[in-house]
């Protein structure tokens, strides 16, 4: 055990931090390239299958490193060709990963932390509390099993061809990790998914935007769920440290000045709280000036809830209201609910720890 935990594992180091890795140890950057192909595009995990390093390298690397995945605990599929794999990880906690297969794309959902210390209301990962952030090698881990499990090939058709981090947890609350860990995910030398395809979506930690815009190129999907403060206040607690004037301009910087890049508003239709037309006429009055995508998520109900789906009436006004206001706007259809794999429905199993984000609790944006 105490072995291994001084071993460095590979999976946490992104190209660069792999390059200075090698240089530390005298060898050449380049062997950071051999060494990614075989992991990420060959699926080799033993330094001794890694033929293209001399063999003292190799042994060299077995004594001082590791490539450790996360295990995959359980696989189920349903009906609809959904995927929820159970991740348990070395701490004894299990995460959750989704896979989404439509016509003419195959979306991944990862998860950033084991629970998640945000607390909507609306939310079943809320309610398993926080037990602590996800390292780069537990969430590349989660790609790479998902990769596997689906039969992806190096030369064949790709399957996964986005990724979203939208399964349990804040991923602006591991801010650097994250960073890492999508850069990995559109590394050609790792996963090769195009920038604008793999999504960060975040309740809003505005400080970690401004951050994030100087060191990713990913894709910013914003959980709004609320026209106006008093509203979203209730529904999503950070809005007290972030209400929504700071969270637009915050939004609005990410993308200025990259073409073709507007920001996805997630929005969860929970009955009779937040789906009116009065909502939605509110809803894009805020976001007028912002190049913007509107998603609409009916909710997804989970053991002791106190919210309720919006019906599909409603869910229709709503959509054509905002249509009516020159939105784009996608009523998300419910997929994998059959085995607790949709939004907001991802619970794992969580020793919590930390306490949740209380009102006046200070927030680590680390
Ligand atoms: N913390 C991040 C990412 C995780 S949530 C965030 O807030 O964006 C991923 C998406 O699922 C969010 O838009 C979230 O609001 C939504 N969601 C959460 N609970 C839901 C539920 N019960 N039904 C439908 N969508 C839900």
Redesign the pocket.
């Known amino acids: 055990m105490a072995v291994t935990a001084s071993k460095i594992n590979l999976l946490d180091l992104d190209r660069r931090d792999l390059e200075a890795f090698f240089v530390a140890l005298g060898e050449k950057p380049f062997r950071a390239t051999q060494v990614m192909k075989w992991i990420y595009h060959e699926r080799v995990i033993d330094f001794a299958t890694m033929t293209n390093l001399s063999k003292a390298l190799r042994e060299r690397l077995a004594d001082c490193a590791e490539i450790r995945l996360p295990e995959v605990a359980l696989d189920q599929a349903s009906r609809d060709g959904s995927h929820k794999w159970l991740i348990r990880l070395d701490s004894g906690n299990c995460i959750e990963t989704v896979f989404i297969p439509e016509p003419d794309r195959g979306t991944l959902?990862v998860?950033?932390?084991i629970g998640?210390p945000?607390d909507?209301s609306?939310?079943?990962?809320?309610q398993q509390g926080f037990n602590r952030n996800l390292t780069v090698a537990e969430i590349i881990g989660q790609v790479w099993q998902a990769s596997r499990l689906l039969g992806e090939r190096r030369n064949g058709d790709r399957i996964i061809t986005n990724i979203?981090?939208?399964?349990?947890?804040?991923?602006?609350?591991n801010f650097a990790n994250v960073v890492k860990a999508t850069d990995l995910m559109q590394d050609d030398l790792a996963f090769g998914i195009s920038r604008r395809r793999v999504t960060?979506?975040?309740?809003?930690v505005v400080p970690a935007l401004y951050r994030l815009r100087e060191v990713s190129e990913v894709s910013l999907?914003?959980?709004?769920?609320a026209p106006t403060d008093e509203l979203r206040n209730e529904l999503?607690p950070?809005n007290r440290k972030y209400p929504l004037a700071e969270l637009l301009a915050a939004c609005k910087n990410y993308i200025v000045d990259k073409p073709h890049r507007r920001i996805t508003w997630?929005?969860?239709l929970l009955a009779g709280v937040n789906d009116s037309e009065q909502h939605a006429r509110a809803l894009a009055a805020l976001i007028r000036d912002i190049p913007s995508k509107v998603?609409l998520?009916?909710?997804?109900?989970?053991p002791n809830?106190r919210?309720q789906?919006s019906s599909p009436d409603v869910i229709d006004r709503f959509h054509a209201v905002l249509m009516a206001h020159d939105l784009t706007v996608v009523t998300?259809k419910?997929r994998g609910d059959d085995i607790a794999a949709?939004?907001?429905?991802?619970a794992g199993q969580v020793q919590a720890r930390g306490r949740r984000l209380g009102r006046s609790a200070p927030l680590a944006v680390a």
């Open positions: 959902c998860s950033s932390q998640c945000l909507c609306f939310c079943a990962t809320a979203v981090l939208m399964g349990m947890g804040e991923p602006l609350l960060l979506s975040t309740a809003g999907a914003v959980s709004l769920h999503v950070l997630e929005y969860v998603n998520i009916p909710f997804n109900p989970f809830t919210y789906r998300r419910t949709a939004c907001g429905q991802l």
